[in-house]
């Protein structure tokens, strides 16, 4: 049992509009690492899929990390001394330096701009800054409104608790005919910023959405983890079934206009990169392809030396390389549905890939077998059609030796894979292959 293409009967174009529609419905909603947040979150993707959501308390030892204080927040907001709000946190959530411990007092001009974040280069726009890990409090304003504030006694507000509770995450499981495990993970603590990450989030939930109805070879695990810690608590607390792991991809940034940009796995060659290069070499779309870094987002965690998991990321445009990457121009006019759409289908070429990988044996090893008499090859010679379709059935039979994926052969003959897929189908069915491993 396996899967024709996992792309077949579905509307692309559709699944694109409709992660906009989920990006639209969950971009108000102020996420950080922990908190409320991430709860709302989690409660609008179960209403795609259902959710297994965890709560792991502050103050657990997760390898060399501790899970931190909870943080959430109500109202914040800077006022002047004739109480006009100036600054206010219901407006944009990104004004709030995320993780900002609770304030309520009268600062001079001085003061405030110790605690006050902005973007001199782009001075219309706010931008995005956390400090999780050192207890701090401060507003990101545009650079504009910054220039204009005037020597005042100003009022600031945060409305905000750092507490004992629970750090947050979301899994679902898909049980496939095998338990090796395809990994997919993404990031759930960014505020309302759009292409980091919630095109990321999107895509996971609708991919999950999409795999749970079809018939599957391996089993899937997707995960909505807070970055870094997230992922960090993650792996310490599910170390002994890591093993399972035998691809994964992180799905960040995918709904820009940019190129596909993939970054391999630590192993660099495994199956999931092969697997990821052959799609983008047969897609229609632009894409570059990096080596492996130890930056970025949680392949980071996945592929630290320990557990060098084959995990790469795939995304457009990479963190930090568009001007609107943490500030509050990565909103919804940033993100099209049609670019989260090729985003979709291109993940589903890869995962088509990695289910329908397998290899087979030529049961006529000595010499072509006569493919005329079997209806394989056109009866007239010389012409130009079907060309590319009777060369995938010659590489096909020459390269199944027990010892070629079906992924080699394309690679090696430059074919795309589903038309070897196609072509060893019906080899199989004529008696002249047989699978030798699934
Ligand atoms: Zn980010």
Redesign the pocket.
């Known amino acids: 049992m396996s899967i024709a293409n996992l792309r077949l009967g579905i509307d692309i174009g559709e699944v694109g509009r409709d992660m906009y529609r989920f990006i639209s419905e969950v971009f108000p909603i102020c996420r950080s690492i922990t908190g409320n947040g991430i709860r709302k979150t989690l409660n609008i993707i179960k209403n795609h899929i259902p959710l297994t959501v965890s709560e792991i308390p502050t103050g657990t030892q997760v390898f060399d990390w501790i899970v931190p204080k909870e943080w959430n927040i109500k109202e914040a907001y800077i006022k002047n001394s004739k109480h006009e709000t100036i600054i206010d946190f219901r407006e944009n959530n990104l004004h709030i330096l995320s993780y900002s411990v609770p304030v309520k007092k009268k600062v001079s001009l001085r003061e405030l701009k110790d605690h006050l974040f902005t973007l001199p280069e782009y001075p219309e726009w706010i931008p995005y800054r956390t400090s999780y890990y050192k207890e701090n409090w401060g507003f990101c304003v545009s650079h504009n409104q910054f220039t204009n504030l005037m020597e005042d006694d100003y009022e600031v507000m945060i409305d905000s608790s750092l507490e004992d509770g629970y750090l947050t995450y979301g899994e679902y499981f898909i049980e496939g005919e095998k338990a090796d495990e395809i990994l997919i993970s993404c990031h759930i603590c960014?505020p309302s910023l759009c292409n980091?990450?919630l095109s990321g989030i999107a895509l996971v939930v609708f991919l999950a959405k999409c795999l749970r109805r079809q018939p599957l070879k391996y089993s899937y695990r997707f995960l909505f983890i807070p970055g870094t810690i997230g992922a960090i608590t993650w792996l310490c607390l599910n170390e002994p079934n890591v093993s399972k792991i035998k691809h994964g991809l992180v799905a960040a940034c995918l709904g820009d206009s940019g190129e596909f940009t993939y970054k391999k796995s630590r192993q660099g060659n495994a199956e999931i990169d092969r697997a990821v290069m052959n799609a983008l070499r047969n897609s229609e779309n632009n894409y570059k392809i990096v080596d492996f870094t130890p930056f970025g987002y949680d392949e980071r965690q996945y592929c630290s030396p320990g557990f060098n998991l084959p995990v790469g990321c795939l995304m457009r445009t990479p963190?930090g390389q568009y001007p609107q990457y943490?500030t509050s121009a990565d909103n919804l006019n940033f993100v099209q549905s049609e670019h989260l759409g090729e985003s979709f289908s291109l993940y589903l070429s890869i995962l088509s890939i990695l289910e329908n990988n397998r290899k087979y044996l030529n049961q006529n090893p000595k010499c072509e077998p006569q493919l005329g008499k079997r209806g394989l090859y056109q009866a007239i010679g010389g012409q130009k059609h079907e060309k590319s379709r009777e060369l995938a059935i010659l590489w096909a039979l020459n390269l199944s030796d027990g010892g070629n994926t079906l992924l080699d052969i394309s690679d090696r003959s430059g074919l795309k894979f589903d038309l070897i897929k196609d072509v060893t189908d019906i080899l199989d069915k004529q008696g002249l292959l047989k699978l030798c491993e699934k």
């Open positions: 960014h980091d990450n963190h943490h």
